[in-house]
């Protein structure tokens, strides 16, 4: 009963994890092409060799800090919302996820030996990792139904979605 009703819940969380790590993925290669391109290369050499000496916990220090400056950002994106200014606020908002995961991802890729010396951060990393293979196995199964639903007939797959989505609109209704 209560795996019915939370499991809607876990849906979501699930989905927002994805694209959390789908982020990740696909901004990971792009921040590598424009440290290929712009002088970051060297930077992330450099960066590299200094964070070869320090120690694991010193690392970690370097992994926050960056993304401390976008905090601001991010607080001027909400104060945009607040007034209605909504595509200012939502391009700000977007930018500033962005670039948090493209920052996150390249100082990461300097990092990682170091913090995963670390007994929790390795316990957290295997963890997490662990959670984005979990929410694949939740999600997997509805985005297979959903491109079935989609793909069997082009012709009616929005009457099927229609029937799909007041399906689980009932069962969520049945779980109350």
Known sequence: MLRRIFQPLWVLLALIFLVEAWLWDHLEPIVA???AWLPFRAFKIWLAERVDTLSPA???????????PLFPLKMFGLWL???EYWVSAILILVFAKFLGVGV????????????LQMAWFEKLYDWVMAMRARA????????????????ADRGGWS?????MVQ????????AR
């Not at 009457?159 to 029937?163: N, P």
């Not at 399906?167 to 049945?174: A, M, S, T």
């Open 33 to 35: 092409r424009v440290v």
């Open 58 to 68: 010193m690392t970690l220090i370097v992994f926050v800090v960056p993304l401390i």
């Open 81 to 83: 919302l607040a007034n």
């Open 104 to 115: 996150a991802a390249f100082v990461f890729d300097v990092t990682r030996p170091k913090l």
């Open 136 to 151: 694949r196995e939740i999600v997997d199964p509805i985005i297979v139904r959903i491109k079935d639903a989609m793909g």
């Open 159 to 163: 009457s099927r979605l229609l029937r």
């Open 167 to 174: 399906h689980f609109r009932k069962r969520v209704h049945e």
